[in-house]
């Protein structure tokens, strides 16, 4: 198969479903979170390099990795003198500890070590509105999961294990609610569900 996009995990985090609409049915509609999210991108898209005190900033640099099938772009990489690297990825929405950035981020770092043949031990997502850092460390724990969603989204992607619908609060936010039907979709399983039960009496 062809490698995932970094930036999929965090779809795929969000909701396997919507995961599936945008990369196996390629279904995707805007709306004023995914809007302003690329242009929260678009501006800081320019490719560079520069020195910073004790590290040179790379800007947008693309990712690749051959043993895990994955690859993309990451918004910031800060190399530091005494061998650090850290990798930054930019969110449009508030400073929290959100799952899907976290995996997103390890994502990279993984990447990144195959590339540079070097440990990457932490990293951080800037938000934008909230104009802070969270603060990231690639423990044993986020490496593993990272990599168990890794795997669980090549299912999807081959079509070995496709994903129902699921009605939840991040449904209210969701650009492809039109196209999931979440809710319509829930109801008409329990109704389904409900006749078997009846019929087996």
Known sequence: MDDLWISSLNQFCYCPYRFYLMYVERVFEDNEYTVAGTLHHESTSEVSSVRAGDKVVHR???LHSERF?????????????DGRVVVIEHKEG???????????????ALCLEEMLNT?????SVFYRRSGRRERVVFDH???EET????????RVFEELDRPKPKFGPRCKGCSLKPF????ETGLLEEQSGSSVRHSRR
């Not at 400073?95 to 950035?101: I, L, M």
């Not at 440990?119 to 990293?123: A, L, S, Y």
Request: hydrophobic share 40%; aromatic share 8%.
């Open 147 to 154: 990599l168990r969603i890794v795997e669980a989204a090549k």
């Open 119 to 123: 440990k990457v031990e932490e990293g």
């Open 141 to 143: 724990k986020l490496r």
């Open 94 to 108: 508030r400073k929290g500890r959100w799952f899907n950035d976290r995996v997103q981020l390890c994502a990279q």
């Open 60 to 62: 947008r640099v693309f």
């Open 180 to 183: 999931c039907l979440p809710e």
């Open 69 to 81: 099938g994955l690859r993309g772009i990451a918004d910031l990489i800060e190399v530091y003198d």
